[in-house]
T-cell receptor
């Protein structure tokens, strides 16, 4: 079955430090890949997406992600974390038009001062 | 422009009560999805509309859940005889077909703020 794994349930990073959130997916072909962020009491905001082409994609708020086909991964990175980045981060995959996204369980990011 | 809106934002229901949750998608978006997000979990698919047609309802957990989108715009998710296990955040997302929908282009889904349902 298709699935998305986010191995880290909770990560704490110091403000100004770099960040990497892991995401692995299970599927036979190349899926469409997304990262969303959810702040408390809010809906999901799209950070970035990968459909095809350059495997390093840039998103909003200084985030980037790299698609590695050989590892079935799509890890999210940010070089310098800000306190406002504290939130829940979800990796998701989609396969074709009109199908639902499959989400991971999410990673909670805390930022310490 | 306006994003996806949902109402109410919070709903407290007594067990056995019927509830109706509303979703206003982004204007012109053809596709509309409902997801259920339990506490501490990622969203899980419930149902999908393309215009007014409900093309996939495989994620609805029971026949107590019903969704409609009669005019291809606003959608309502109805839960009859609510149970405590229905407590969750219900998220609505809309999307517009990409330039090559026929080839299976996965359009981006834009989410609303959700309705947090608590069943007592």
């Amino acid at each position: 079955a298709q699935s998305v794994t986010q191995p880290d349930i909770h990560i704490t990073v110091s403000e100004g430090a770099s960040l990497e959130l892991r995401c692995n997916y299970s599927y036979g072909a190349t899926p469409y890949l997304f990262w969303y962020v959810q702040s408390p009491g809010q809906g999901l905001q799209l950070l970035l997406k990968y459909f095809s082409g350059d495997t390093l994609v840039q998103g909003i708020k200084g985030f980037e992600a790299e698609f590695k086909r050989s590892q079935s991964s799509f890890n999210l990175r940010k070089p310098s974390v800000h306190w406002s980045d504290a939130a829940e981060y979800f990796c998701a995959v989609g396969y074709q038009a009109g199908t639902a996204l499959i989400f991971g369980k999410g990673t909670t990011l805390s930022v310490s001062s | 422009g306006a994003g996806v809106s949902q109402s109410p934002r919070y709903k407290v229901a007594k067990r056995g009560q019927d509830v109706a949750l509303r979703c206003d998608p982004i204007s012109g978006h053809v596709s509309l999805f409902w997801y259920q997000q339990a506490l501490g979990q990622g969203p899980e698919f419930l149902t999908y509309f393309q215009n007014e047609a409900q093309l996939d309802k495989s994620g609805l957990p029971s026949d107590r859940f019903f969704a409609e989108r009669p005019e291809g715009s606003v959608s309502t998710l109805k839960i009859q005889r609510t149970q405590q296990e229905d407590s969750a955040v219900y998220l609505c997302a809309s999307s517009s077909p990409g330039p090559s929908q026929t080839s299976g282009y996965q359009e981006t889904q834009y989410f609303g703020p959700g309705t947090r349902l608590l069943v007592l």
